[in-house]
């Protein structure tokens, strides 16, 4: 399973900017997808996640200003980022909780996997 971001770049405080994150591979069904962030010196934070159903979650500081979005068909997860701050300069993973076959029964199990990233520079 290969996760790919696109839609990083450079953009002034108070613009804004799409990501975009396709999973392909051996998929059997995805239970959750999300963004994480991490920062120059920091550790990795969760940004905002989406399960199966549709829930949503979003980490207080990106509340109100980022949007995530599925698209299921396509196997693709959005985050729309609005009012952009210096802040929110980092590199952005993709995150998926997959269920993959692990054999010719057709067993299943649960798995993460990650994208290798998309910089996100916000200047003042």
């Known amino acids: 399973v290969q996760l790919v971001e696109s839609g990083g770049g450079s953009v002034q405080a108070g613009g804004s900017l799409r990501l975009s994150c396709a999973a392909s591979g051996s998929i059997f069904s995805i239970n959750e997808m999300g963004w994480y962030r991490q920062a120059p010196g920091k550790e990795r934070e969760l940004v905002a996640t989406?399960?199966?159903?549709?829930?949503?979650d979003y980490a207080d500081s990106v509340k109100g200003r980022f949007t995530i979005s599925r698209d299921s068909a396509k196997n693709t997860v959005y985050l729309q980022m609005d009012s952009l701050k210096p802040e929110d300069t980092a590199v952005y993973y993709c995150?998926?909780?997959?269920?993959?076959?692990?054999?010719?029964?057709?067993?299943?199990?649960?798995?993460?996997?990650w994208g290798k990233g998309t910089l996100v520079t916000v200047s003042s």
């Open positions: 989406i399960v199966s159903g549709g829930n949503v």
């Open positions: 995150n998926a909780n997959v269920v993959i076959v692990v054999n010719i029964e057709g067993a299943k199990r649960n798995k993460d996997f």
